[in-house]
């Protein structure tokens, strides 16, 4: 791979000597991709299996992020073949900070998740806003819906992980994300991409 370095960790395991088998996520075989005459992957091949820590290493402009568009199917390689695991969680944390909108720390994280989201929004909005009159017979019916909606998903045990996170980060749940400051956003994709709990987490320059 041309102006990109990897490093891989050791992959983390509890399980005893002998039957541990670790989950494919990726096999690269022999992928090359090239914006004119500017190589960014020469005859790349690799396997990336869950668990296992890899660093990419270069120069801006060598390829980083490319290479990880092209994990998430977003860049398509010149040649080669790239496999990819059936029903794998893919979370991209990109360079770009979340924009400043009105939209709640918890709503950001809770979108994370497709359906069972907005679901859990609906729920904490109508459990946390003061505004709101539970005694409001609308409401009431609106809250029994949402809660056998997310019984029926076994929404709960997410809605602890949201709150987890949350505390976990440091962030507070009902603050604007037009409120904060860029460290904070930071942390707040990074909530964003863990709430899912993806097979592969890809992180790009996580330290900016």
């Not at 090359?32 to 020469?42: N, V």
């Amino acid at each position: 791979m041309k102006g990109l370095s990897l490093y891989c960790g050791a992959l983390n395991t509890n399980r005893p000597i002998g039957i541990v088998s670790i989950m494919l996520l990726f096999r690269l075989s022999d992928l090359s991709l090239a914006f004119g005459e500017h190589i960014l992957l020469d005859r790349v091949s690799l396997t990336v299996h869950k668990g296992e820590k890899i660093g990419i290493l270069g120069q801006n402009g060598a390829g980083k992020s490319t290479f990880m568009k092209v994990l998430l199917g977003e860049q398509h390689a010149d040649s080669g073949d790239l496999w990819r695991a059936d029903d794998i969680k893919v979370a991209w944390l990109d360079q770009t900070l979340p924009e400043r909108t009105d939209i709640t720390l918890y709503d950001y994280i809770a979108s994370g998740l497709e359906g069972l989201g907005e679901l859990l929004s609906d729920y904490h909005h109508l459990t946390h806003d003061p505004d709101v009159d539970l005694a409001d017979e609308n409401n009431l019916k609106k809250l029994a819906s949402l809660q056998k909606q997310i019984e029926q998903v076994d929404g709960w045990t997410v809605e602890h992980r949201i709150d987890a996170i949350l505390d976990m980060l440091r962030l507070p749940a009902n603050a604007s994300m037009k409120s904060l400051s860029g460290g904070s956003r930071r942390r707040a994709s990074i909530g964003r991409a863990l709430i899912a709990e993806p097979d592969l987490l890809l992180l790009d320059e996580p330290t900016n």
